[in-house]
């Protein structure tokens, strides 16, 4: 008889949770609460979050539904009050027309995309993703099955993705193309015309686009843009939101998609076998924010920019580091190759780790988003804060 061992067990896993890594932005979160329980002083610059609370509107709606005892099991894709204020928000803000059917609500943003490549994506199938990606999705499209096809951009110009290197990397076995506009890690912004072309190409060759827009509405660089306006296109796409950034909703897990309604409704399917309706109190907390007074998007996006500005300034005021300047969302993406080969230092992850434990400052190495060079900073803090953690950075670069 066979002892079972260690190894023994650990093989009895599938062979699908093993195509896929920890996720890298929730690693840093691990990390950073670890090195705070020892009573350690962290500055966070990892997981990407709002510094800002949850405006008072939405949060009394919550405190409304649970005295109401709204706290009962929901229909799995939400509510059709809350899926007809998806509809709503997005027709008046994009000039979309979804209807009910063609919307779905989730926990939260990560899970829309999770059910949206499941349903769509098969064993073998290319799904084209630009780099730097956000760090779930080509674990994602792996443990779908489906085969990652990396689209490689330019720092030296933003990072930003053009319809024809999209086209470039098309082949017989695309199913899917991802955008991610504004993007996360780098704040690339992809201008309406190259989405608009991306969505014409995707329709007219049968490919599916899938366009995460969770920080459409943080766009530093001109007019928002979402391809849901894009209505003769509708059949091909699926447009994905979330409420943790717009509203400073991230613990409350509510994200959303809007596209045909098959699609929608097999997402419904397998949510059904998961974790059925999103929290029903959050779903009344979301009307509320999608339905109430919108001024709350406009005052943090114009001090986004602010705080862009400030960080930007402050990291390329670092010997040896370089920085671009993001057009979006809330994170900067300097590149920290210079102190490559200084010591031990050898990678991204190298630089990361060393400023977490030693300057006690979280940033997110680049290797989880596809590129060696760089290191991700969010600067959704305070400028307090981000003085502290540019300060620690500094230091330790000047030691290295
Ligand atoms: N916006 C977050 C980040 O990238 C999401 C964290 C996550 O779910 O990975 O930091």
Known sequence: ???????????????????????????????????????????????????????????????????????????????????????????????????????????????????????????????????????????????????????????????????????????????????????????????????????????QRGIWVISDECYVYLNYSGKRFSVGSMRECRDRMLVVGSLSKTYAMTGWRLGYALGPAPVVSAMQKLQGQSTSNPTSIVQKAAVAALRGPQECIEEMRKEYIRLRDYVVKGLRAIPGVTCTLPQGAFYAYPNVASFFGRGEVKSAADVAGKLLREAHLATVPGEGFGTRQHIRVSYATSTAELDRGLERMGKLFASL
Do not use: C
């Open 1 to 203: 008889m066979t002892v079972a061992t260690e190894t023994s067990f650990a093989l009895k896993l599938t062979e699908r949770i093993n195509r896929i890594e920890t996720s890298a932005t929730m690693a840093v979160v691990a990390e950073a609460d670890k090195l705070r329980s020892q009573g350690i002083d962290v500055v966070d610059f990892g997981a990407g979050e709002p510094h800002f609370t949850t405006p008072q509107h939405i949060k009394d709606a919550a405190i409304a539904a649970i005295q109401a005892n709204f706290t009962k099991y929901t229909v799995v894709g939400g509510t059709a009050e809350l899926r007809d204020a998806i509809v709503h928000r997005h027709s008046v803000d994009f000039d979309s027309d979804y209807r009910r059917e063609e919307a779905i609500a989730s926990v939260g943003g990560k899970h829309v995309l999770f059910n949206a490549i499941q349903v769509l994506v098969d064993h073998g199938d290319e799904v084209i993703l630009p780099v730097p990606y956000w760090v779930s999705f080509k674990d994602i499209i792996r443990y779908a099955g489906g085969v990652p096809v990396l689209v490689e951009t330019d720092e030296s110009k933003d990072f930003r993705v053009t319809a024809e290197m999209v086209e470039r990397t098309i082949t017989p076995r695309t199913k899917v193309i991802i955008l991610n506009s504004p993007s996360n890690p780098a704040g690339a912004v992809m201008s309406p015309e190259d989405m608009k072309a991306v969505v014409r190409l995707a329709a």
